[in-house]
């Protein structure tokens, strides 16, 4: 059974700095890998979708890689603003395209 | 229409009665799924639908929860004789069905059942 763990569970820092979250998984036979945020109260919003024969894929300030044999991905956000604040959420893609997701990285951007 | 819209935003209900939870994909999405999340938990798969049909219904948490979906658009989520463990948010999420793209998730709908 694919478990997906999310490494800090949570992070402060000041506006202005790189920083990286971390998610592994345990069965290396994905579809994809796709990261969302997910703000207080609402849905979830999709941030980058990387294909398992991918290894990275950007999107303004953020990247995020994947390397599938070791079963871990990266998301990279660079210049962190306090508008970044929010639950940051990796899941992988199994067949049919069901997700199992991570509990999360609560991220705070402080002014 | 332009995302996932999900009805209603909000429902209270006492233990024991039935909720409908309705759930209206992006237009031309042939793949639907439905998640549950609750309170300070990470998302748990339900069920998932390719068309109308449901190929997987592994997630569906008891035989009180039950699921359909016609003209391959709107989908239901039942959920018979609530119990109190069934309070969550409930997030539906469609994609376009052909490989193995993004999935779009709506706003949820938050269920307390007292």
């Known amino acids: 059974k694919q478990e997906v763990t999310q490494i800090p569970a949570a992070l402060s820092v000041p506006e202005g700095e790189n920083l990286v979250l971390n998610c592994s998984f345990t069965?290396?036979?994905?579809?994809?890998l796709q990261w969302f945020r997910q703000d207080p109260g609402k849905g979830l919003t999709s941030l980058l979708l990387?294909?398992?024969?991918?290894r990275e894929q950007t999107s303004g300030r953020l990247n995020a890689s994947l390397d599938k044999s070791s079963g871990r991905s990266t998301l990279y956000i660079a210049a962190s603003q306090p508008g970044d604040s929010a639950t940051y959420l990796c899941?992988?893609?199994?067949?049919?395209?069901?997700?199992?997701f991570g509990a999360g990285t609560i991220l705070r951007v402080k002014s | 229409g332009a995302g996932v819209s999900q009805s209603p935003s909000n429902k209270v209900t006492e233990k024991g009665k039935d909720v409908e939870l309705r759930c209206d994909p992006i237009?031309?999405?042939?793949?639907l799924y439905w998640y549950r999340q609750r309170l300070g938990q990470g998302l748990e798969f339900l069920i998932y639908?390719?068309?109308?049909?449901?190929?997987?219904k592994s997630g569906l948490p008891s035989d009180r929860f039950s699921a359909e979906r016609t003209g391959e658009s709107v989908s239901t989520l039942t959920i018979q004789r609530t119990q109190q463990e069934d309070s969550a948010v409930y997030l539906c999420?469609?994609?376009?069905?052909?490989?193995?793209?993004?999935?779009?998730f709506g706003e949820g709908s938050r269920l307390t059942v007292l």
């Open positions: 999420a469609s994609s376009s069905g052909t490989g193995y793209g993004e999935l779009f």
């Open positions: 069965d290396s036979a994905i579809y994809n």
């Open positions: 990387i294909q398992s024969s991918q």
């Open positions: 899941a992988a893609g199994e067949y049919g395209n069901k997700l199992v």
């Open positions: 237009s031309g999405h042939t793949a």
């Open positions: 639908f390719q068309g109308n049909s449901a190929p997987d």
